[in-house]
């Protein structure tokens, strides 16, 4: 039998894990610019993390979770979110009872059982943070450029940032009747899972694709428009701050989130090079969560990215940073003595930082081994032949514009170093 991968879930490997290494990197410093703190949490989680928190009413819950029961007959659920898990480890933790607020992030595999497709694997990658302990709208504007700053970073220009408020439990209760009752007065044109999501969680409706509900969703009362004070002015403050930060946004009335927990600010991040499915991530306000778990009540803001959306995005964007990896020298040796001082070298150069490309075939001549530095790419060509040997000399050749010099052969790690440091 021949065994291949469980359905939905890549194996990654070669040029393609060098680019996500790249990203990883650039996205890890971001992070930790903006003060965050990296958190991991485990695979695996009791069920009650998600299904009391996630809400049941949600796709996650419903039918996307890999379950599984342990030999000691626990119910366990391999994550499908951060949010949950993070807040489950918060409390453990009692890391809200610390000074705040407090950020945090995240990079991690998350599953889902769903039908796998481009940008939709069942095994995917999420980035997200969590700022926690801080109601204030500052607070959700700095998640947002946080964001933006991210994908900027990575290399992508071509996103949109969509901005909602989904109100709080003062408000939200009275817009929900107003939109049960007007969607109950359409309910004929509305497809089957809108439905049984008008009885549980009808802001979802917002989210269906079907054309029929969004056409009835077009003309429903908005929650923008039914917001009370308080929240419209955190709302209105989180739109002045980012215009103070520079920050591109547009008002989006249909962004409402999956899960029940969000207030107020809710969030999208869309790429138009993804296609139909064009989210890259999202995310709000949760000031609700915490009180799920419990004891707790603290306010928090967050969001996720899904790692492969955006990969995506950057292919079709071009970005540098898809370019493969290249040498920045290609040591050529002409003959066997010029080989074992280059092959010593190379590992010099190596133990510095310089990917240096050895050949080891040191009787290909020296118009190949050119030739072959040119095809790998390499930034310089450091040539050792009988006669440069003689003179403790090496000739280094800048591959693109084709200039070439001897220098003492002393001296090429310095040389390399100094010049590579200073590549863009
Ligand atoms: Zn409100
Ligand atoms: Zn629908």
Known sequence: MELKSVRGMDDLFGEELLRWRRVEEIVRNVFSHFGFAEIRTPALEKIEVFSRTVGDATDIVEKQMYTLTDISKEQLVLRPEGTASFMRAVIEHQLHQ????????????????????KGRLRQFHQFGAELIQDP????????????????????????????NSVGCGTCRPAYRELLVKYLKGHIDQLCEQCKLRLERAPLRVFDCKNESCKNITAAAPLIAD??????????????????????????????????????????EFTSSALGSQDALGGGGRYDGLSAQFGKANFPGVGFAAGMERV???????????????????????????????????????????????LSYDRE?????????????????????????LAKGKAL?????????????????????????????
Request: net charge positive; aromatic share 10%.
């Open 136 to 163: 204030s709208p500052e607070a959700d504007a700095e998640m947002i450029s946080l964001v933006d700053t991210l994908f900027r970073k990575v290399g992508l220009r071509e996103f949109r940032v969509r901005l």
């Open 396 to 424: 280094i050749k800048e591959m693109k514009t084709g200039t070439q010099e001897e220098i003492p052969i002393s001296e090429i790690p310095t040389y390399l170093q100094t010049r590579i440091n200073r590549a863009p």
């Open 311 to 357: 990969m995506i995005a950057l292919a079709a964007a071009g970005s540098s940073a898809m370019h493969e990896s290249k040498p920045s020298a290609f040591l050529a040796p002409l003959g066997e003595k010029a080989f074992e001082l280059l092959y010593k070298m190379s590992f010099e150069l190596k133990r510095a930082g310089v990917f240096a490309d």
């Open 98 to 117: 610390l000074a705040g607020p407090q950020r945090f992030f995240y990079y991690l595999p998350m599953f889902r059982h769903e039908r796998p497709q």
């Open 226 to 267: 039914n917001l009370c004070a308080a929240c419209s002015g955190h709302h209105r403050r989180v739109q002045g701050s980012l215009h103070a930060l520079r920050v591109p946004y547009e008002n989006d009335p249909t962004i409402v989130r999956g899960l029940d927990y969000y207030t107020r600010s809710a969030f």
């Open 364 to 388: 290909k001549g020296l118009k190949n081994l050119l030739k072959a530095a040119d095809k790998r790419g390499a930034a310089w060509a450091v040539v050792v032949g009988d006669d440069e």
